[in-house]
């Protein structure tokens, strides 16, 4: 059992030529430019594991991406979207990296949405290896074939507000760079260490050994969520393990953790769905961190 790596790919031709500050390609480019045709094989997964590139969609999720300047390879843009968000495409001439000026078909053959905004980068995946993600983490979100490219996204988006310090994708999770996720993602893509482990059980392991007690929301879990927190049992570095949306954590998995927690229903609905549960889960640990931080001892405020 073991976490992979970023896989090795083959040799390709740079994609990021440098510009001169202020040089870009302003001939609008139509939808079956070479340009235009190789992002567009980033909207399957395979054109994404073949370049080791995906596309970000939409003025704010792309301001993130510049942030992190290294990994943007490209922006894409409309004539009108280029004159709206002036300022990104000011900072991508700034770091060098091609402004591509597009049709608006063209760009929006790029888009999965139906109102496509006029603005897409191409991004370097930012895979890092598990241990590495997870080294010095406070807190952390395994997620083990969580499927829902939506749902993927919002977790990811949830552990970035509350503080987290990782998030590793398990098992047969989905793509972290499908583009429904990156959009439920609103940028915070780039705010985090991303991991993928091709076993969960091994993502596991690797989350003990960096210090992280295992925790797995689970609603049939032996452990209260509200009696852990008030215990202090959430002051220390934590690992919260998530399963699939449908059949939850397989039996296995859930053992291999420290703790099977229950968030408590204290009405009548049947359960939390999964992005709601891993919000309370994760903004409990989030809270108790800030607690021990500031002196407070479990239940003072």
Request: net charge neutral; proline share 6%; charged share 20%.
């Amino acid at each position: 059992m073991h976490c992979r790596s970023p896989a090795r790919r083959a040799a390709l031709p740079d994609p990021r030529p440098r510009y001169r500050r202020g040089e870009r390609s302003d001939d609008p480019l139509g939808d079956r430019s070479a340009r235009i045709v190789a992002a567009r094989k980033l909207i399957r997964r395979s054109g994404r594991e073949a370049s080791g590139a995906f596309l970000v969609e939409g003025p704010q999720s792309v301001r993130e991406a510049v942030g992190s300047p290294q990994v943007v390879r490209e922006l894409i843009v409309t004539s009108a979207a280029a004159h709206r968000h002036r300022d990104i495409v000011d900072a991508v001439t700034a770091i060098g990296r091609r402004v591509s000026i597009a049709s608006d078909g063209a760009v929006a053959s790029l888009s999965e949405t139906t109102h496509p905004q006029g603005v897409v980068a191409v991004c370097a995946t930012l895979d890092v290896p598990t241990a590495e993600a997870l080294a010095g983490a406070r807190l952390c979100c395994l997620l083990a074939s969580v499927r829902d490219p939506g749902n993927a996204g919002t977790l990811l988006r949830c552990a970035d507000a509350a503080g987290a310090g990782a998030v590793v994708f398990a098992g047969a999770a989905v793509d972290p760079y499908n583009g429904k996720c990156v959009r439920a993602g609103a940028g915070s893509h780039f705010h985090l260490p991303i991991a993928r482990c091709a076993d969960p059980i091994a993502a596991v392991t690797a989350a003990r050994d960096a210090g992280l007690a295992v925790l797995a929301a689970d609603g049939g879990g032996e452990t209260d969520l509200d009696d852990l927190a008030d215990s202090g049992g959430l002051a220390g570095p934590t690992a919260w393990l998530f399963g699939n949306e449908a059949w939850g954590l397989p039996d296995e998995l859930a053992a291999a953790a420290d703790l099977r927690v229950a968030i408590p229903i204290h009405g009548r609905a049947e359960s939390l769905n999964l992005a709601t549960a891993a919000a309370v889960c994760l903004y409990a640990s989030a809270r108790a961190h800030r607690k021990t931080r500031s002196g407070s001892g479990p239940g003072e405020t």
